[in-house]
């Protein structure tokens, strides 16, 4: 082999090398546009995550707000059933007795009446027959005279 063999052969390979370096590169190129492809795609998704961070605080922000609310209303309601019971209380143990008594003083304000009207009736009575009397004893006069 001549040199000028080994050269063309050195240089064949050298092209086939560079050939292959030069696909390298093109696939390191590739592997690069991907990889900033998914650091693209992953920072979207950072994104999104520290959204649903957000969004996540906020909601735990919102249950804690409804839950004091919901501690307000349920004391609340513990207050009117507090209230409800007294009230209860106050119609059985108050207000009825006293219906009661009062009840029981109109029967005997009733009965003190139909006794206190007794008289009355009786004059009422008496009245009458007094009338009865006068008209009998006109017409006698007027008999005699």
Known sequence: ???SQKLDCI???????????QGMKEGLQETKE??????EGLQETKEEV???????????EELQNT????????????ELSEK??????TIENEIRDNIRCIAEGHLDLSRNL?????????IEIHSVKINMLET?????KARIS
Do not use: C, F, W
Not at 11 to 21: C, I, T
Not at 71 to 78: K, R, V
Not at 84 to 89: D, G, K, Q, S
Not at 114 to 122: C, I, V
């Open 67 to 78: 839950q004091e609310k919901v501690q307000g209303i349920q004391s609340s309601i513990q």
């Open 114 to 122: 139909h006794e206190a009207m007794k008289p009355y009736e009786e």
């Open 34 to 39: 991907e990889v900033q492809g998914m650091k």
């Open 1 to 3: 082999m001549t040199d």
């Open 136 to 140: 009998d004893v006109r017409e006698l």
């Open 50 to 60: 520290q959204g649903m961070k957000v969004e996540l605080q906020n909601t735990q």
């Open 84 to 89: 409800v019971t007294a009230i209860e209380l």
């Open 11 to 21: 240089l064949s390979e050298v092209y086939g090398l560079k050939e292959e370096v």
